[in-house]
């Protein structure tokens, strides 16, 4: 009996000294409270935002901020060169005058030299081939009896002629030497003369046939040749008793446009 009495009085002692320990402490109205600091939390920083007008870059895990972007340069397109421009076969007006005179004694007995004049159109200047076309005139005084003081032989006329070329070429500039072979009409005409009594017709038609050779030079779009030609002609009815034929020699120069 005592035993379980004293047994009873420790359970009740334990009993009594945990529920102390479990009451909290008690406060004192005159102390400031205790302020715990909050717990920092670590956060990542927030992505860029992109201007207005600007490509987001993607995101890199690990790394913030756009990522470097290079633009493509360019190609440039290189100019047309004047050489490109031109046509490969070559083509060119020309125009320009010169110096003529017959080759029968009579008539450079009757005539002096005179000028000449023409326009020119040619194809084919950068090949070896080419072809002419060409309207050709001529202008000399001409005294004998029967005629006025004041008298002309004038002719007007047109040719075609092949070419052959040694084109040399370089960069923008071309050196051609040539020779040309063609056939031709050409009318001629007494003027200034109202009472013709001398031997010679008023006028003539004659079929001729050019031959000559000359060098030209350009330099872009510039052209300039120098030439001499000489014609045999037939059907020649000028002379009419004495008889005598119109062919003639002349050198000249021309200048014009290269395509």
């Known amino acids: 009996m005592k035993t379980h009495t ?16 479990a009451q909290p402490a008690p406060v004192d109205p005159a102390s400031p409270p205790t302020i715990v600091p909050p717990r920092e939390v670590d956060t990542p ?12 870059a993607p995101e890199t895990p690990g790394t913030w901020g756009p990522m470097s972007t290079v633009a493509p340069t360019p190609t440039p397109i290189p100019a047309p060169s004047a050489r490109r421009a031109m046509s490969p076969v070559g083509a060119a007006v020309l125009v320009g005058g010169g110096f003529e005179d ?8 009757m005539t002096s030299g005179g000028g000449a004049w023409n326009a020119r159109a040619i194809a084919g200047m950068r090949t070896f081939v080419g ?4 309207y050709t005139g001529a202008a000399r005084s001409i005294n004998t009896l029967g005629l006025n003081n004041n008298s002309n032989l004038v002719s007007n006329g047109l040719e075609g002629a092949l070419r052959l070329n040694v084109p040399v070429i370089r960069g923008r ?10 056939l031709g009409w050409q009318h001629y005409n ?6 013709n009594t001398s031997d ?16 030209a030079y350009s330099y872009g779009q510039f052209l300039a040749d120098a030439r001499f030609t000489y ?10 008793t004495s008889g005598g034929k119109l062919n003639n020699w002349g050198v000249g120069g021309q200048l014009g446009v290269a395509f």
């Open 102 to 109: 017959f080759t029968n004694s009579n008539l450079k007995g």
């Open 131 to 134: 072809i002419e076309a060409a």
């Open 45 to 56: 920083p927030a992505p860029p935002t992109a201007l207005p007008g600007e490509p987001i």
């Open 200 to 215: 010679l017709a008023n006028n003539d038609d004659v079929m001729s046939l050019p031959v000559g050779a000359g060098l």
């Open 6 to 21: 004293l047994l009873m009085a420790a359970i009740l002692t334990v009993g009594g000294a945990a529920a102390a320990q």
């Open 190 to 195: 007494v003027t200034n003369n109202s009472n």
């Open 173 to 182: 500039s071309m050196i051609e030497p040539f020779g040309f072979v063609g």
């Open 231 to 240: 014609r045999e002609t037939y059907y020649n009815d000028l002379l009419r």
